[in-house]
């Protein structure tokens, strides 16, 4: 079966760094993505990993190891904006599209 | 980017009558859309997946008698709950991919449509 566990809820400051953790056990692994979700609106995409390693991508960096079935997304410079919900997505199927979400991280950025 | 739009973004309607969603890739063509559901405070569940021409493949626990998926182009798709019920009401969320070959695909999402059962 596919199973991907995230912390369910986080608090950090305004300025402050913040790292959101998700491990993963899926019957394969073709990339995992990271999703920004604000309250009643779509997810946007916001970071693909397949290799292991970090992917810096502006405030927002992603890292990956497929070894230990784990990535976490870093998020630097916090802004009010950043409130949100993280998801964690894993593409398990070589040629297949399809993504198994986490259940979520909805992050609250305080003054 | 790629646009995908979803309508209506919001409906409210009667138990047991039936709604229509529509999914559009705005600017480009989508080989596969994935139709999801999301709970309050629950993540995105995939229902079904959807490629041009082709009949739907439907999750486990999903009711294909009572959510019809039709994809009869490359840029729409639609979603109809049928004899909607209370426990339907959900945030409705497609998504549309590329289709390309390599490992860097990722779903563009729609907006999302908020159905309200009465």
Same mark, same amino acid.
């Given at each position: 079966?596919?199973?991907?566990?995230? #912390?369910?809820?986080?608090?950090?400051?305004?300025?402050?760094?913040?790292?959101?953790?998700?491990?993963?056990?899926?019957?394969?692994?073709?990339?995992?993505?990271?999703?920004?979700?604000?309250?009643?609106?779509? #997810?946007?995409?916001?970071?693909?990993?397949?290799?292991?390693?970090?992917?810096?991508?502006?405030?927002?960096?992603?890292?990956?190891?497929?070894?230990?079935?784990?990535?976490?997304?870093?998020?630097?410079?916090?802004?009010?904006?950043?409130?949100?919900?993280?998801?964690?997505?894993?593409?398990?199927?070589?040629?297949?599209?399809q993504?198994?979400?986490?259940?979520?991280?909805?992050?609250?950025?305080? #003054? | 980017?790629?646009?995908?739009?979803?309508? /209506?973004?919001?409906?409210?309607?009667?138990?047991?009558?039936?709604?229509?969603? =529509?999914?559009?890739?705005?600017?480009?063509?989508?080989?596969t859309?994935f139709?999801?559901?999301?709970? /309050?405070?629950?993540?995105?569940?995939?229902?079904a997946t959807s490629? =041009?021409?082709?009949?739907?493949t439907? =999750?486990?626990?999903?009711?294909?008698?009572?959510?019809?998926?039709?994809?009869?182009?490359?840029?729409?798709?639609?979603?109809?709950?049928?004899?909607?019920? /209370? =426990?339907?009401?959900?945030?409705?969320?497609?998504?549309?991919?590329? &289709?390309?070959?390599?490992?860097?695909?990722?779903?563009?999402? &729609? /907006?999302?449509?908020?159905?309200?059962?009465?």
């Amino acid at each position: 079966g596919q199973n991907i566990d995230q #912390p369910t809820e986080m608090t950090a400051t305004e300025g402050a760094i913040v790292q959101i953790n998700c491990t993963y056990q899926t019957s394969g692994f073709n990339g995992l993505f990271w999703y920004q979700q604000h309250a009643g609106e779509a #997810p946007t995409f916001l970071s693909y990993n397949v290799l292991d390693g970090l992917e810096e991508k502006g405030r927002f960096s992603s890292f990956l190891s497929r070894s230990k079935g784990y990535s976490y997304l870093l998020l630097k410079e916090l802004q009010m904006k950043d409130s949100a919900s993280y998801l964690c997505a894993v593409k398990s199927g070589a040629g297949s599209y399809q993504l198994t979400f986490g259940k979520g991280t909805k992050l609250s950025v305080i #003054p | 980017g790629a646009v995908v739009s979803q309508h /209506p973004s919001r409906v409210i309607c009667k138990s047991g009558t039936s709604v229509k969603i =529509e999914c559009r890739s705005l600017d480009f063509q989508a080989t596969t859309m994935f139709w999801y559901r999301q709970f /309050p405070k629950q993540s995105l569940m995939l229902m079904a997946t959807s490629n =041009e021409g082709s009949k739907a493949t439907y =999750e486990q626990g999903v009711e294909k008698d009572k959510f019809l998926i039709n994809h009869a182009s490359l840029t729409l798709s639609t979603l109809t709950v049928t004899s909607a019920h /209370p =426990e339907d009401s959900s945030f409705y969320i497609c998504s549309a991919s590329l &289709g390309l070959a390599g490992a860097l695909e990722t779903q563009y999402f &729609g /907006p999302g449509t908020r159905l309200l059962v009465l």
